[in-house]
């Protein structure tokens, strides 16, 4: 009697009002499988985080019942956080032949080993506990994409994983739209779909698109071409080679992840390199300018990138120079339009001539658009519909777009972040909520940087910091030296000297006025130093530096 | 015969290789005019800086041959450094009629008053020194914009100011294109262009498409409707008003700067409000939903303007409920995506229906996309040319629209901030650098933050700070107190105390090696502390505070 009642819990870790870190998990009875373990980039006010993880408290709370992890496909936002899940439980992974490959490289990174890494091809199915997962093949700016079709105690769930309806991929591998209508035939349960393009109206354009642009670029280029682009996007990397060798030019790579990927990928049989057509970074000088064409990192601008260092002259090996024709194959980013610009002007700076999206048709998305999900939601034609993978607005949109294709509002659903959802065959709804919430990653520490130290590197970014040091006497409670200060990070200590002397001397009355007052106790002094001083230095300046008041006892 | 020998200068102090702070030195003999006087927004790496502003170091040595400056209209980054540089330099001003009231608020705002600030019309000519200066109607996102056709010792130059070619403006005063050809056919020296949008084919949409739409969304509309938009883009403004009327509903504002304009524009007669369609915003409450707009600042996303706060439930007067209507009729600022689309999510979530560029057609920009600049230069034809207002990768691309018309490569010029430029009938040419750069404003202090703050606040931003404090004696060397530790934005202390721990041995033993060594010079000790604990931390965190060692002495 209690198998009847059982409901399937659907608890998304990560990738919910949000972009990136996509992480979900899917229960039933004393089951859990997960799908992807992504990370995200910090956002603009988590100063010196380098990357953002899902909060996997729950896994680690109910580590006995997890079955697997299973993966869409091997783009950072889906298996980034891999490593330091592993780190805290020991998982069994499911992925498609690409995934896994990249997936190594990054174990190998941390000097994590012999893990279950298991390579499932699209098409085919896994069973982990009672649940069924049938890969299905999608396209996607990625080889080796899939969507999930997880046949559970209570339906079949089919999560979209990333994609879009590319009817001419690259690698011919074509989306499995059959199976998909077979599926939703057969009937669907929930449907979890992507949102990253719900905005947008009509098709995305097909990835082969760019090769005929490519071809157009590099049959006229004269000069050696450089090519920044997603490493991953191994369809792009592909064409470039095309082009290439169409034209009679040989391909190396520059850029940590570029090589990986390379490698990883021409390994794995998904990358064709004709013969004699890759070179190595450090034979360039044996070829002509016109022969060469370099694929590397830094489409988004980052700082520590292959191109934005050739860009400003800091990269060993490469050094841009006048005539040299940079493409940039890649959409910046929100929030990386102001480093791609720069980058931009600097190589203009240079000489090169610079091909970038607004003046060129260099890029296509990944992702579908309101057409390509309309499809999707057509032939799955599921039950309920949850929106996964995209900011509020997003999801929100997404979930109109449910509703105008004739799904009644109840069966429609807003998720976040550790909402634990349930679902039987007639409803679902959100029951609780879990921990869940971005687990900062700063160097080697994984979430000892939290709220109040991102308070304090924010409050010292804005206007610095002022340490003053006074040293008192154990027995007479006076002043012994000091008041001593110094200052980082609010004004140039040279040319106000005027202030800082005006400093000591607040400082100096608030002393005396403790003194008077014959109020000792150190909090207090250092309560009272902070606040005068905080108050004369934000009259003098409208700033207000944070204030460290130190009292040594000698 | 000296004077046949004097050349003209050109010598721009802002808005070159950049965006903003628009600033332009014509000089010749011993008079110089001044074109526009702007600020700009601090790039992300200006941490806690307010505003930007150029360096007129030049200006103040040169103050006597000052002989006015002209605005050509008034938006920030054309007048915004004003009340700066009148607090060093004593000019009159003369610009359009808006751009002067507007300029009269900020000078209000920073209790400067009595200055000779002059209205001129579009259309008419003024004589500063020997300079003649015609201010020639253009159309743009704000209305009295002016381009200028100045009258030099060695010929015509024409600055275009900023510019798009509307046919149909809002306020019927279009732009002066029979007058343009007229200059153009007496023969131009020299055009200084305009290049924001060069990137861009084809035509900017006319301002009256924006009224349109606005009109069918708020004739649709059952809800309150609040819109975002630039304050100063007063046709835009005029267009809600009209479409608010039209509805039946009643208009107010939210935000400083919106009201200041409302009010300007309003006053100066750019404003047309009818009877009984406005209100202000504290007597909104006697009104019905569906009778209301209202106009908001925040656009951009900016975190302390109106909309903004009403979204996060911090604004005093208007908080956002279920079904709200919020447009956002403005395109996000490079940069500022991330703000904005934040904005909107919050939006959604407090159950508001969002309209904003991605989902529809509510912004047209104010600058001209290549047609209208090649009309520009076709009716121009000038002799040299000189691209303005731009990175220097729109500077780049004007250049070679320029080209493309047929103008010699050796007659157009990359300038960059600080070049004098000489130019006579035959030919012109970078001769040397004057100091100018960026200024940077932060609270009262004006240039008083530079690369040194600006580099420890971004140490401090990323990785937070320790202090070390150590007292010794005097007479014996040894330590009295101490090692005591104070780390702000590093790590979460509580939970890191064996760091701590291992920090604090850290320090003693460098401070015994030291001893031993009979080291005692204070900068000494402090940089083995340093070294030591750089070296240990970055070993156990992988991260580099800013370490202060103190060393008091007792």
């Known amino acids: 009697m209690a198998r009847k009642t059982s409901k399937l819990k659907i608890i998304p870790l990560g990738g919910l009002q949000e972009i ?10 004393d089951e859990i499988i997960i799908i992807d373990c992504g990370l995200s980039f910090p956002e603009d006010e988590m100063l010196g985080i380098d990357i953002v993880i899902p909060d996997i408290t729950y896994l680690i709370k109910n580590r006995e019942k997890i079955k697997g992890l299973v993966l869409t496909h091997g783009h950072e936002d889906h298996i980034g956080a891999i490593p330091y899940v592993l780190k805290k439980l020991d998982i069994p992974i499911y992925g498609p032949n690409l995934a896994i490959g990249l997936l190594e490289i990054k174990l190998k990174e941390h000097r994590l080993s012999n893990n279950s890494l298991n390579v499932v091809n699209p098409g085919s199915k896994i069973k982990l506990g009672n649940f069924e997962v049938e890969f299905v093949r999608v396209t996607h700016s990625i080889p080796d994409a899939c969507a999930l079709a997880i046949t559970t105690g209570v339906g079949t769930i089919f999560h979209t994983g990333d994609f879009k309806v590319d009817y001419t991929p690259i690698d011919g591998q074509v989306m499995d739209l059959h ?41 006229e280029a004269t000069s050696r071409i450089l090519i920044a682009t997603f490493a991953s996007n191994v369809h792009r990397l592909q064409q470039i080679i095309n082009a290439a060798y169409k034209n009679g030019r040989k391909v190396t790579t520059s850029g940590r992840s570029m090589v990986n990927v390379v490698n990883v990928a021409r390994n794995l049989g998904y990358l064709n390199i004709p ?80 091909i970038y999206e607004s003046i060129s048709d260099i890029h296509v998305s990944g992702h579908a658009c309101q057409e390509e999900l309309k499809l999707m939601h057509r032939l799955v034609k599921p039950k309920f519909f949850i929106p996964v993978h995209g900011e509020y607005r997003h999801l929100k949109q997404h979930m109109e777009l449910a509703k105008k294709l004739g799904m009644p509002e109840e069966n429609v659903f807003m998720l976040s972040n550790g909402c634990v959802f349930e679902i039987d065959k007639d409803q ?47 027995d007479t409670g006076k002043v012994i030296s000091g008041p001593d200060i110094i200052s980082r990070g609010f004004v140039y200590v040279r040319e106000s000297e005027d202030l800082m002397d005006g400093a000591r001397e607040v400082i100096k009355k608030s002393l005396e006025t403790c003194e008077n007052k014959n109020m000792r106790e150190w909090s207090y002094l250092k309560n009272t130093i902070k606040d005068e001083l905080r108050n004369y230095l934000y ?12 009292i040594m006892e000698a």
């Open 20 to 29: 990136g870190k996509n992480m979900t998990v899917i229960e039933y009875k």
């Open 179 to 219: 199976r998909i209508a077979e599926i939703g035939s057969k009937g669907v349960l929930l449907m979890m779909g992507e949102s990253t393009n719900v905005e947008r109206p009509g098709y995305t354009l097909s990835e082969s698109n760019v090769g005929h642009t490519l071809d157009e670029i590099f049959s």
């Open 275 to 354: 013969e004699n057509t890759f070179i190595e970074l450090k034979d360039i000088n044996k070829y002509q300018d016109h022969e060469l064409v370099i694929m590397t990192t830094g489409s988004q601008g980052e700082p520590l990138s292959a191109l934005t260092r050739m860009a400003s002259q800091e990269h060993r090996q490469i050094e841009i120079k006048k005539g040299d024709l940079v493409i940039f194959s890649a959409h910046p980013i929100p929030g990386n339009e102001k480093l791609v610009s720069r980058v931009i002007n600097q190589l203009f700076e240079r000489g090169a001539n610079v």
């Open 428 to 474: 679902g709804k959100i029951v609780s909520k879990i921990p869940s919430g971005n687990i900062l990653v700063d160097g080697l520490g994984v979430g000892d940087v939290g709220n109040i130290v991102l308070r304090d590197r924010k409050h010292l970014s804005e206007d610095g910091l002022m340490v003053v040091v006074v040293s008192m006497s154990k």
């Open 539 to 550: 009259e003098k300046t409208k700033r207000n530096p944070m204030i460290l008041p130190i």
